[in-house]
């Protein structure tokens, strides 16, 4: 995805050139009028009375639309405001360096044309590089002419003395064209996921879904939803929620705006059958914080060691009022930490023997470091105390996290 700047004071430069700046501020102001305008009517439409009990509800329905409306163009406008005003600090090549670096990548078959290096508001430093792949035979012998945006990271690293790797948008090859290739710092840490997941007896699909996506260069989104009941039907549902989720995610909207415009969704439809719970998990692998949204899930474990952190909610799923208030957690992940994510079809199996108070205390037992052995250990667990009935589905997620320096001992 190639990026036009524009550059302002102190080597500071707009990711957007003036001109498409104010256009997005514009569209941006245009939203916040229009969400006062509902707002306005929304009001107006309370103050009236009604003539009777079907035509309140009628008009109870429409301002209640009406306000979730007007709540999905403010957060519109404030995400078209925040790219808007997106910079970023940019540091110019000198000659020399640009030579060098022009010089070890030719040596590996690549022209370099451009070279730039930008620092973001966040503090992570990206490379930018405009090159070709020459399509000349390899040095070495038996060595493929493909070039790889990792093997291009591999070459830079060794030059910038900091370990790179290509953003999440790059391409994965090197073309004969000149194009422009973007490369991150290397996140502080790495990690490996597992699961395990059951389907409830008699039916031939799970309604429990998850996705576990990179949603940003060093940021992996964790997603949970259990589709109301069984079967086909339950696992359309909880699909729709993971797709939803992803795409307004990816198109920049936070976690909470994202779980209110797909309750709102799900509550217009008027279907009580649409209901599905919501678990997101967030790590940054660059600073180990994780946040945690849920919408009517189960319960989330965080172990380290023996020891074991439980995060619950007691708020009702996704499609049941207009409104929602998701619960929001944060912690700061460690080294050798691991994520535990469970539908309710696990906690559902322990309440018919020990009961889930007990989770914890198996889960910090357990000494295993491959995150699918955590996940199949917990799903057998949990079938045990049922007796072996499978009487709901159950879906296991692990992620372990661990500093790029160390070895996950797997």
């Given amino acids: 995805m190639k990026k036009q700047a ?23 102001e245009s939203f ?5 305008l509902f707002e306005e009517d929304s009001r107006q439409e309370e103050m009236s009375e009604a003539i009777d009990r079907q035509e309140y509800l009628c008009q109870r329905k429409l301002q209640e639309n009406q306000e979730l409306l007007a709540e999905h163009l403010k957060e519109m406008a404030h995400i078209m405001a925040k790219i808007a005003r997106e910079t970023c600090r940019c540091r110019p090549m000198g000659e020399r360096r640009f030579k060098q670096m022009s010089k070890l990548l030719r040596e590996s078959g690549i022209q370099l044309k451009n070279f730039f290096e930008m620092e973001h508001e966040d503090g992570h430093r990206e490379i930018s590089l ?68 059951a389907v409830k007896e008699g039916e031939k699909v799970s309604g429990d879904n998850y996705s576990f996506y990179e949603a940003d260069t060093g940021k992996l989104v964790v997603v949970l939803s259990d589709g109301m009941g069984s079967g086909e039907k339950a696992c359309r549902d909880s699909n729709r929620v993971i797709e939803m989720v992803e795409r307004l995610l990816e198109a920049g909207f936070s976690k909470e705006a994202a779980a209110q415009m797909i309750n709102g969704a799900l509550a217009a439809a008027g279907q009580e059958e649409n209901m599905s719970t919501l678990d997101i998990c967030s790590m940054d692998l660059y600073t180990g914080e994780c946040e945690f949204l849920k919408v009517g899930a189960a319960c989330t474990y965080i172990k380290r060691g023996q020891l074991v952190d439980r995060l619950s909610a007691q708020n009702l799923p996704l499609g049941v009022f207009q409104q929602i208030e998701p619960e929001v957690m944060s912690r700061t992940l460690q080294s050798g930490d691991y994520v535990i994510m469970l539908s309710d079809g696990i906690l559902d199996a322990l309440s018919r023997g020990l009961g889930e108070e007990v989770m914890p205390e198996i889960i910090g037992r357990m000494d295993y470091t491959n995150p699918n052995e955590i996940a199949n250990q917990i799903l057998t667990y949990a079938i045990r105390q049922s007796k072996g009935q499978i009487r709901d589905d159950m879906t296991v997620l692990v992620t372990g996290i661990w500093d790029q320096s160390e070895d996950c001992l797997l």
């Fill in 130 to 197: 405009t090159m070709r792949n020459l399509g000349e035979k390899r040095i070495r012998a038996g060595e493929s002419e493909h070039i790889s945006t990792e093997d291009v990271a591999d070459f830079i690293s060794v030059a910038m003395n900091t370990r790179l790797c290509p953003s999440k948008n790059s391409p994965m090859y090197l073309t004969r064209d000149y194009n422009t290739y973007y490369f991150m710092e290397e996140p502080s840490y790495h990690l490996l996921t597992g699961f395990a997941k």
């Fill in 6 to 28: 524009e550059i302002i004071d102190d080597n500071r430069i707009e990711i957007i050139p003036e001109y498409g700046r104010q256009k997005l501020l514009t569209y941006a």
């Fill in 32 to 36: 916040r009028d229009l969400a006062d």
